[in-house]
């Protein structure tokens, strides 16, 4: 089907463009608390786009292993920006003011 | 050159700019964790860079490649925290405000 192919693109195309607001993120924040925080959000949104647009694009693809991929980054993505955070508080990283 | 074509041309594009900015944080970070969070950032990416591959060759034989691969990117981001949770805070091993 063409149109599914269409509007896969369409949804990889959001996705990509949600990762690269997270490196856009990632480069111009002045601290690791505001690093992590951008990295975190939009990086989870923007692998799901991109998993979901992948699915729809393939048509003999089985989505019981792209929803436990789904759920595995919505586990371990904050739980990793959560570590970040938590190690530069316990390492005494003071935070970034205006 | 169909429009599909050049979706996956932006798809490339747009994942190789990030990289590109993961790996600028990875070389400049000032601090260790800034590091860590360029990589981290990396491994995600790259996950996604495989799914582009394999949506652009229609095959079904690297969705277990992207589970993988995220795993050993936390797993190696849990295991660098869990080295540097075990030093003391007056370490001389590492040192917050200067690169390693």
Not at chain 1, 80 to 97: C, D, E, M, N, V
């Amino acid at each position: 089907m063409s149109w599914m192919n269409g509007l896969g693109t369409l949804v990889m195309i959001s996705g990509a463009f949600f990762v690269v607001v997270a490196a856009v993120g990632t480069i111009k924040f002045p601290d690791v608390y505001c690093r992590s925080h951008a990295l975190s959000k939009a990086l989870t949104l923007g692998i799901m786009l991109l998993l979901i647009g992948y699915g729809l694009r393939t048509p003999d693809v089985s989505w019981i292993k792209l929803t436990l991929i789904v759920i595995f980054q919505f586990v371990t993505i904050p739980v990793a920006s959560h570590l970040f955070s938590y190690a530069a508080y316990k390492k005494g990283i003071r935070g970034w003011s205006p | 050159m169909t429009l599909v074509d050049v979706g996956h041309f932006i798809l490339w594009l747009a994942l190789f700019a990030a990289i590109g900015g993961g790996l600028w944080r990875l070389i400049v970070g000032p601090t260790t964790l800034d590091r860590m969070l360029g990589f981290d950032m990396i491994t995600v990416t790259v996950g996604g860079l495989v799914l582009v591959f394999s949506a652009a060759t229609g095959s079904t034989d690297y969705v277990e490649f992207v589970f993988i691969l995220s795993t050993l990117g936390f797993l190696s981001t849990v295991a660098y925290f869990y080295y540097l949770m075990q030093l003391s805070p007056t370490d001389t091993n590492f040192n917050p405000e200067e690169p390693p």
